[in-house]
């Protein structure tokens, strides 16, 4: 009987997402038609652009090392009821300590891959700082950690233009495309032929079961989330509230911080401007449709990742600008929301009905 | 020299125009308890969708009500999702921000590079021929001077008028509003819709007159919501006192254009970013007296200086007390 119960809520609650979804694609549709495409087409070039052969399955891999890295460290800070909206510039410094320290020991003597580990430690360091830094404005400042991050990351980005066209400038002409790339042999191994590294996908692994057991099964794990819950009762209790959601916002850079600097190690081999890419809020967006959840994470994160890929194809196959994998993202965030809204009401009302029998 | 200097005042007031207004709006949204994020998704979206009717139909008005009316939407799905939907402000706020974001880089790509009409400046007779004054209050354009007269109607309304003090009771005590027989709820619905109606007329006063046309992401609004929300905050939801935060927040960007010209070696997008930081700052400035370490470090200054100090900060900040706490009358 109870075995019926949870199966029947278990399809209800798919029955929802479901809804959701559907929602979404009605809703993408309806702009297609705005814009005069059809959707039928667009979507079929969708899939085709992120599943069309092995270079974009692979590619697909590519976006979803960074974007899950760091979907799971906004669960970090969401854990402890923080809005970090500031990853995006957390990448970006993990990517500038990164290129730093390549840059200076690219004539040492040590082997590559102490030289890439080292690299991608700074790059945690980086993240770190920077996220602290929000930490700082929001606990000791009383700056609400949404504008601390978001004005960080315009401040970020503006660094790292000036380090491109200014001291680490390309000999001769400084321009976008970035800083002098990296000797070949610092590059992250990848596989032959593609640009994915299987040392990146197992980073995210490892970086997956850490977060999984730090936050489940360890007291640090169950004090932020008591703060995220209500921090005055948790202070009450005795928690050091500041400490840990200073803690929190660490591990969220740090974490930042690495998917920027295997953006450094393993992709471009070089500092470029916008190398953050937008993961930074596209992986806020990740981690509230996957509702926080460690196994949808990933999941979800992929998904977004294959529209991203797919979407890169849309401009020269049928003159649609490629924003429209981020519209598709948004809009399956909003409707996935207001379907919860959707199923409480349902629920509550279900719930007093069987209070009114 | 100095005629420069007035010219440049002059801009300072034209381009702190959609600022004024959009801040106000959040001004407005806000005094009645909601926290609506999704700003600079808004001024965004309404810019493209004003530059786009303004194209199509050749028309000034059919721009500026078109971004209204997308702000207006918007603001509706956001009161629809917050209060009738019992989902967080917050997020909804910022899904919004990031979809209306999108949603004018997807859709104003088919508008990008052409040129809509163009607002004209519209001295008014006599008063425009005024020394000083007439230069910088009375030679611009129609959604200036609504900018400019928006200031005092938004603090009157909140003010003096039935409807805005309205606002101000389901903003401050929701409960004591219920209780009174106050549709709570109706009323955080309107001035959602009003406030971001107000936000959506940001996006036009861009795209048809300060910076003319879209460009997509090159066009150079993204941001500015942002900002909007932080001088709201600045400004402790007063609407004069957020105006002059938009006037100082313009002035000193000006100041930085003003002097971009003396470093050359700097490229243009690093002094771009500087009201960022600006903005934190002033931030931390305004939030600082709430501190806890405040009054502890304050106590070391010698007395007269204390005094002074805690003088001043007892005028404390008017948040609204439910700002961004839901109300359900069950």
């Not at chain 1, 399955?57 to 979907?71: E, H, K, Q, T, Y």
């Not at chain 2, 700003?39 to 969708?49: F, K, P």
């Not at chain 2, 917050?82 to 899904?95: K, M």
């Amino acid at each position: 009987m109870e075995i019926k119960n949870k199966s029947h809520k278990l399809l209800k609650h798919f029955s929802f997402s479901l809804v959701a979804v559907a929602g979404a694609l009605i809703f993408v549709s309806i702009i297609l038609w705005i814009a005069d495409a059809q959707p039928g087409l667009t979507f079929q070039k969708l899939i085709q652009g992120a599943f069309g052969d092995a270079t974009k399955i692979a590619n697909g891999f590519v976006v979803w090392v960074p974007l899950s890295l760091v979907a799971g460290a906004f669960i970090i800070t969401f854990t402890a009821g923080l809005w970090n909206l500031g990853i995006e510039g957390q990448i970006m410094l993990g990517a500038i300590f990164t290129t730093g320290l390549m840059r200076s020991m690219q004539t040492s003597a040590l082997p590559p891959a102490v030289i890439i580990f080292l690299s991608c430690l700074m790059g945690m360091v980086g993240g770190a700082l920077w996220a602290s830094l929000a930490g700082i404005l929001r606990l000791y400042g009383g700056v609400s950690e949404i504008f601390a991050g978001v004005g960080l990351n315009f401040v970020a980005t503006a660094f790292s233009i000036w380090l491109i066209f200014g001291p680490w400038k390309r000999p001769g002409v400084a321009s976008m495309s970035g800083t002098v790339p990296f000797d070949e042999k610092l590059w992250l191994v990848t596989i032959p032929g593609y640009r994915l590294s299987v040392w990146s996908l197992i980073l995210v692994a490892v970086v997956f079961v850490g977060l999984f057991v730090v936050l489940k099964k360890t007291r640090f794990g169950i004090q932020i989330k008591a703060i995220g819950k209500n921090s005055k009762a948790a202070s009450l209790m005795g928690i050091q509230t500041r400490k840990l959601m200073m803690s929190a916002m660490l591990l969220c850079g740090a974490i930042a911080g690495l998917a920027g600097a295997l953006q450094v190690v393993g992709v471009y081999h070089r500092l470029i401007p916008s190398i953050s890419s937008g993961y930074g809020f596209l992986g806020m967006l990740v981690a509230m449709l996957a509702n926080n959840d460690f196994i949808l994470t990933p999941l979800v994160a992929y998904l977004f990742s294959i529209l991203n890929i797919g979407g890169i194809q849309l401009p020269i196959d049928l003159h649609l600008d490629s924003t429209l994998s981020g519209v598709l993202q948004t809009a399956l965030v909003l409707f996935f929301l207001i379907m919860n809204g959707v199923k409480q009401r349902f629920l509550e009302k279900a719930e007093r009905k069987q209070d009114g029998e | 020299m100095e005629s420069d200097f007035l010219v440049g005042l002059a801009s300072v007031i034209a381009f702190a125009s959609p600022i004024v207004i959009a801040a106000i709006g959040e001004t407005l949204t806000e005094k009645s308890g909601m926290l609506n994020l999704s700003v600079n998704g808004i001024i965004l979206l309404s810019a493209m969708a004003g530059f786009v009717a303004a194209y199509q139909t050749q028309n000034l008005v059919a721009g500026y009500l078109a971004g209204a009316l997308v702000g207006a939407m918007i603001g509706f799905v956001l009161a629809f999702c917050s209060i009738t939907l019992n989902q967080s402000q917050v997020a909804v706020g910022l899904v919004l921000a990031f979809l209306c974001r999108d949603l004018s880089y997807f859709l104003g790509n088919d508008f990008m590079g052409f040129s809509a009409p163009v607002i004209h400046s519209a001295p008014i007779p006599f008063l425009s021929d005024l020394p000083i004054v007439g230069m910088l209050f009375f030679d611009h354009t129609v959604m200036v001077y609504l900018s400019l007269i928006s200031i005092p109607i938004a603090t009157v309304w909140l003010n003096k008028t039935r409807f805005g003090l309205l606002a101000r009771s389901v903003g401050e005590r929701p409960e004591a509003a219920f209780a009174r027989g106050i549709n709570v709820n109706g009323v955080r619905y309107l001035y959602v819709i009003l406030g971001s109606a107000m936000v959506g007329l940001a996006g036009p006063i861009y795209s048809l007159g300060l910076k003319p046309g879209w460009k997509g992401s090159m066009t150079g609004l993204d941001g500015i919501g942002w900002i909007v929300l932080a001088i709201t905050i600045f400004g402790g939801w007063n609407p004069f006192k957020v105006s002059l935060g938009s006037y100082l927040f313009e002035f000193l960007r000006w100041i930085g254009l003003v002097y971009q010209t003396k470093f050359t070696n700097v490229p243009s997008q690093v002094l771009q970013v500087a009201p960022f930081p600006l903005m934190i700052l002033t931030l931390v400035l305004v939030n600082i007296k709430n501190a806890e370490w405040y009054e502890a470090v304050i106590r070391l200054l010698p007395p007269p200086l204390y005094k002074l100090l805690t003088l001043k900060g007892k005028r404390k900040k008017a948040a609204p007390s439910s700002l961004g706490i839901p109300f359900r009358n069950v």
